[in-house]
């Protein structure tokens, strides 16, 4: 595991930090999705799949171009695992009521399950981490993700 005590003072991080850094997140990862990566290999699902049922399962009746901006990614990328998810029962797609060319995707109940245990999974772990870390910490953490986030944005 990565030394992360040295302390450089200083406005600019030097490689060694950085690399520090990345290696935690990594590590940090590979922790965060070890448990719903199992439960996807046992479905031959993948991360691409969790991600799929999350957004879904956040907001129920989403169209697939609400998904695609929600996931960034292109239409290509979507359909291959969006119909797999949808062959195996797990997501439901209706036409809309207002435009019956839009479908709207659903979690199905066996979806749900799933969804559920998942992210729950990654809840459970990012509680704990919170509790042990203190709500300065969770605030910090959640401070630099944003930003992150924006950057892909």
Do not use: W
Request: aromatic share 6%; charged share 20%; hydrophobic share 45%.
């Amino acid at each position: 595991m990565v030394d992360i005590t040295a302390d450089h003072p200083g406005a600019s991080h030097t490689e060694y930090e950085l690399n520090c850094a990345l290696e935690l997140l990594f590590y940090g990862y590979k922790g965060f999705t070890a448990q719903p990566d199992a439960i996807l290999a046992q479905r031959g699902l993948a991360r691409v799949h969790h991600r799929i049922l999350y957004f879904v399962g956040r907001q129920g009746g989403l169209s697939v171009n609400q998904l695609l901006a929600k996931l960034g990614v292109s239409k290509q990328a979507l359909n291959v695992p969006l119909r797999q998810l949808q062959e195996a029962g797990l997501i439901c797609a209706t036409p809309s009521e207002i435009d019956k060319r839009v479908k709207c995707l659903a979690l199905s109940d066996e979806g749900i399950a799933l969804e559920e245990a998942l992210s729950g999974a990654q809840r459970a772990i990012l509680d704990r981490v919170f509790a042990e870390c203190g709500q300065e910490a969770e605030a910090g953490f959640k401070q630099v993700l944003g930003v992150l986030a924006k950057m892909t944005q």
